[in-house]
């Protein structure tokens, strides 16, 4: 398995995992026509926009192996003045999950937060129980509630009033399992 920073090339690969993520988890937050429709292309735009040009203010990582990208996350460098860095994605697939590779890209990503002197923090579903737990078992600290905002700002992609809660580490360097 090798970690990386991600290219244009892997956008796909990434669109088809982050949709697949949604579908699975976001299920009663975000509308069933908006996940049963054709998310895949909606977060193709997203991401290649997001790999087009590297990002001064960003990082998206990648682990593949050679079945290719199994997982990425993707950070947002200061982007709140009081929290720090955005993690604004990870995500890993499903045949792949407790192996540890959510583990090391979280690692990864606290490491480039470190070289920043920055804190770092996240927003979850309130309702992603297992991913709640793997971030508080990885020394971050749920914060804040909020409602959840909808997907690309079109309300009717939301199912109800979702909540998110964000998470923290103050010190990225507790997100690092050695």
């Known amino acids: 398995m090798r970690f990386r920073p991600a290219s244009l ?3 796909d690969a990434i669109a088809a995992l982050h949709a697949d993520s949604w ?9 069933d ?9 909606d977060r193709l735009i ?13 990082l998206t ?3 593949e192996s050679g079945d290719g990208v199994i997982g990425f996350a993707h950070t947002v460098f200061e982007a709140d003045p009081h929290w720090g860095a955005l993690l604004d994605n990870l995500h890993v697939v499903t045949r792949e999950k407790s192996q540890g590779i959510g583990s090391r890209l979280l690692g990864v990503t606290a490491e480039a937060v470190l ?12 309702q992603n129980v297992d991913a709640r737990a793997f971030y508080e078992a990885r020394g971050g600290t749920r914060v804040e509630r909020a409602a959840v905002p909808a997907p690309g700002g ?11 809660l964000r998470y923290a ?6 997100a690092i399992r050695r």
């Open 9 to 11: 090339g892997d956008a």
């Open 23 to 31: 579908r699975r988890h976001y299920r009663g937050a975000f509308s």
């Open 33 to 41: 026509a908006f996940l049963d429709g054709d998310i895949q292309a």
């Open 46 to 58: 997203v991401w290649t926009e997001r790999l087009r040009e590297p990002a001064r203010r960003g």
């Open 61 to 63: 990582i990648v682990a």
């Open 115 to 126: 070289e920043r002197g920055t804190g770092l923090y996240l927003w979850v579903l309130e």
């Open 154 to 164: 079109v309300a009717s992609r939301l199912s109800g009033l979702p909540f998110g």
């Open 169 to 174: 580490w103050p010190d990225p360097a507790l």
